[in-house]
């Protein structure tokens, strides 16, 4: 299975400032057809996994434009540009290139 | 509106089996895929398995020996069932819908199942 590595495990950020999340693959997520299908999920707490982005770079239907995503081949990065309290909770990063698998989570908390 | 919503039994005894009911609203079974996946307590998310649209399934392999999805399009509902349960498969069990770019687009609001004597 393909291991999905993120950094940090916590996240201590201000209103305002910038985050950013790493994610890395044991193996390549470029499929056969070419695309690359990483994706980020955030969780906030008491509810369900939400879609954020899809294949790298692509933000989901209603997600705000202060949320990018970025990589290639197996290292991915999720950027916040200035984090609003509704951002608070638990992102994963999560590969469908190979049988699906998560990260572990990265949880980005008030500092 | 799209949704999915999971019922199950809440407690299971070990060794014995789980079976949970996925009802799905807003969109049709013979148009998108639908994936089970879980999460222990504060832990993070484990894929256990899909059905495709025409029926077929795939797992994923470290449950492959225990774990059944089927499902009833007429009755836009999808089933999991899992055999010989264990504590450490305690956890929140969610159905989740595939989007077009393999992507889980629409989760269920989960069921939680608790493996205890």
């Known amino acids: 299975d393909v291991v999905m590595t993120q950094t940090p495990l916590s996240l201590p950020v201000s209103l305002g400032d910038q985050a950013s999340i790493s994610c890395r693959s044991s193996?390549?997520?470029?499929?056969?057809?070419?695309?690359?299908?990483l994706h980020w999920y955030l969780q906030k707490p008491g509810q369900s996994p939400k879609l954020l982005i899809y294949?790298?770079?692509n933000r989901f239907s209603g997600v705000p434009d202060r949320f990018s995503g970025s990589g290639s081949g197996t290292d991915f990065t999720l950027k916040i540009s200035r984090v609003e309290a509704e951002d608070l909770g638990v992102y994963f990063c999560?590969?469908?290139?190979?049988?699906?698998?998560f990260g572990g989570g990265t949880k980005l908390e008030i500092k | 509106q799209v949704q999915l919503k999971e019922s199950g039994p809440g407690l299971v005894a070990p060794s014995q089996s789980l079976s949970i009911t996925c009802t799905v609203s807003?969109?049709?079974?013979?148009?998108?895929?639908i994936s089970w996946i879980r999460q222990p307590p504060g832990k993070g998310l484990e894929w256990l398995g899909v059905i495709w649209t025409g029926g077929g399934t795939n797992y994923n392999s470290a449950f492959m020996s225990r774990l059944s999805i089927s499902k009833d399009n007429s009755k836009s509902q999808v089933f999991l069932k899992m055999n010989s349960l264990q504590t450490d498969d305690t956890a929140i069990y969610y159905c989740?819908?595939?989007?077009?770019?393999?992507?889980?687009?629409?989760w269920g609001a989960g069921t939680t199942v608790t493996v205890s004597s």
């Open positions: 193996q390549s997520l470029v499929h056969s057809n070419g695309n690359t299908y």
């Open positions: 807003g969109f049709s079974l013979t148009s998108y895929d």
């Open positions: 999560s590969q469908s290139t190979h049988v699906p698998t």
């Open positions: 294949k790298v770079s």
């Open positions: 989740v819908r595939e989007g077009f770019h393999w992507y889980f687009d629409v």
